[in-house]
């Protein structure tokens, strides 16, 4: 019995001696509000604004999710209507369904979306996360875009997992030792 405990205390120290920690960090595009609107010939803005987040997620472990919001507002229009933003790329790939047009609402910045887009990370080294956001009907104003990268950290150990095996495991016998020459 006292053996079987034994064992059991070993797995369990061996088993934390190398865990992971989940987290997650979120990088921005540069804040600046940008007016979209329709091109109908009659107004200023951009139809379409390409908007750049830098990234780097080389240091952060094994990398979990990734999602893409965009913080946009309405403005006071005389004459309320019905506005609506598109995202039409994500670096340089044209997106597929996944990615439903929104109705912009509401003078103060909301985000919207949150669009999966793992699949476009680099994972190597830092670089930069590229989409095309399209006013589809209407006018708004861009204000900001965030990328959130969810990722497994592995946690760092003080002692080396194989030095501290070869330490301990001698001690533990030797602990059986003295075990047995006391019973007998």
Known sequence: MKKNISLL?????????????????????HPHPVDLQMQNGLGWGFN??????????????????AYLSVALSDDIDLFPRTEWADITTINGRLQGPHVIRQEIDGNLPK?????????????????????LLNAERGDFEFHWAKLTVGYTADAVSAVPVPAALFLFAPA???FF????????
């Open 177 to 184: 030792g003295l075990r047995r020459k006391a019973n007998a």
């Open 9 to 29: 205390v070993l797995a369990v120290v061996l088993g934390f001696s190398s865990f992971a920690q989940a987290a997650s960090t979120t990088f921005y595009s």
């Open 48 to 65: 379409n604004l390409p908007v750049d987040i830098d990234y780097d997620v080389s240091g952060l472990g094994t990398i979990d999710s």
């Open 111 to 131: 985000w919207y979306w949150e669009i999966d887009v793992l699949s476009y990370l680099n994972m190597d080294f830092a670089d930069e996360l590229r989409f």
């Open 172 to 174: 533990l016998l030797g």
